[in-house]
Nanobody, 122 residues
Framework: QVQLVESGGGLALTGDSLRLTCKASTSGYTMGWFRQAPGKEREFLAAIAWEVHRTAYRDSVQGRFTVSRDDAKNSAFLQMNSLQLDDTAVYYC??????????????????WGQGTQVTVSS
């Protein structure tokens, strides 16, 4: 069982940057980032494997969002640059049950944080 807590969300203007943090209760898991806007399905954004730090990104955010982690602190980060109005959503971090996986689908993740709201306005 892994407990995950996100932080760093808030209000931003278009073009701003935000850095989200996900703190895990234990080490050794891939950390994934997702978001869900009102009326839309939860979508994968990025994931980073433990120790080797292999990454995966959603095509539409690659180059604008960067995932990283600090294994010593059991933390993962999502740096979001050039924020746009349609980045407004609740952002979640998640961990899969398989420690070695780097999944990109929500159904492959077993543990979820409570989410942090990101609101972008013009």
């Amino acid at each position: 069982q892994v407990q995950l807590v996100e932080s760093g969300g808030g209000l931003a203007l278009t073009g701003d940057s935000l850095r989200l943090t996900c703190k895990a209760s234990t080490s050794g898991y891939t950390m994934g980032w997702f978001r869900q806007a009102p009326g839309k399905e939860r979508e994968f954004l990025a994931a980073i494997a433990w120790e080797v730090h292999r990454t995966a990104y959603r095509d539409s955010v690659q180059g604008r969002f960067t995932v990283s982690r600090d294994d010593a602190k059991n933390s993962a980060f999502l740096q979001m640059n050039s924020l746009q109005l349609d980045d407004t959503a609740v952002y979640y971090c998640a961990a899969p049950r398989s420690r070695s996986a780097l999944p990109t689908r929500a159904g492959e993740y077993a543990f979820w944080g409570q989410g942090t709201q990101v609101t972008v306005s013009s």
